[in-house]
């Protein structure tokens, strides 16, 4: 268990509507990360962070925003849902400086109507 | 060529077969490898990280090739909770650990 959680763990929402997406993590783990998954897409990653504010794009950055205000928890935005957006959004953690491997949370079943 | 390509399969096996799942990957510069497990509807969990020398773990054996940028895994005695879709995963930049996903392959184990 890598002590992260995800909220909510889903949503409806409408289109043109602002959503926000919470990643919560309790072992003060420096790297943090964002990813959506689609069928035919596998996981591409949306944004990632790399401290308290600090943060980068990933491939599919576009629509969304992150913050990271405090080591615990990490925000994704969408500013205004799309139906494109409708998708499984994971959070994951890095555990140390020298290691690559990722854990996840559980997900967030986002759907916009 | 795409980043990270697997074979999406289903790969259906009877309960104790051997299978193998195949793997390429595009950046010769990648510097670290995993095979990750998924099961329907759950987020992806480390199964193993994958070492130039190859690597075994219980019934799982991990093997990379650098020069023809492939990696497998093989399954040895297949079990039903062995069904899932298996994950190939990159490392293909050194700084802040940003991973590369393969689409998956999927496996089902049938008694």
């Known amino acids: 268990d890598a002590g992260i959680t995800q909220s909510p763990r889903h949503k409806v929402t409408e289109t043109g509507t602002p959503v926000t997406l919470r990643c919560h993590q309790t072992?003060?783990?420096?790297?943090m990360y964002w990813y959506r998954q689609d069928p035919g897409h596998g996981l591409r990653l949306i944004h990632y962070?790399?401290?308290?504010?600090?943060?980068d794009k990933g491939e599919v950055s576009d629509g969304y925003s992150v913050s990271r205000s405090k080591t615990e928890d990490f925000l994704l935005t969408l500013e205004s849902a799309t139906s494109s957006q409708t998708s499984v959004y994971f959070c994951?953690?890095?555990?140390?400086?020298?290691?690559?491997?990722?854990?996840f949370g559980p997900g967030t079943r986002l759907t916009v109507t | 060529r795409k980043e990270v390509e697997q074979d999406p399969g289903p790969f259906n096996v009877p309960e104790g077969a051997t299978v193998a799942f195949n793997c390429t990957y595009s950046n010769s510069a990648s510097q670290s490898f995993f095979w990750y497990r998924q099961d329907c509807r759950k987020e992806p969990k480390l199964l193993m990280s994958?070492?130039?020398s190859g690597n075994e773990d219980g019934r799982f054996t991990a093997q990379l090739n650098r020069a023809s940028q492939y990696i497998s895994l093989l399954i040895r005695d297949s079990k039903l909770s062995d069904s899932a879709t298996y994950l190939c995963v990159v490392n293909p930049r050194g700084r802040y650990s940003t991973l590369t996903f393969g689409k998956g392959t999927m496996l089902l184990v049938s008694p």
């Open positions: 994958v070492y130039s």
């Open positions: 072992e003060n783990h420096r790297y």
């Open positions: 994951a953690i890095k555990p140390g400086q020298g290691l690559h491997e990722q854990y």
């Open positions: 962070s790399y401290g308290v504010k600090d943060t």
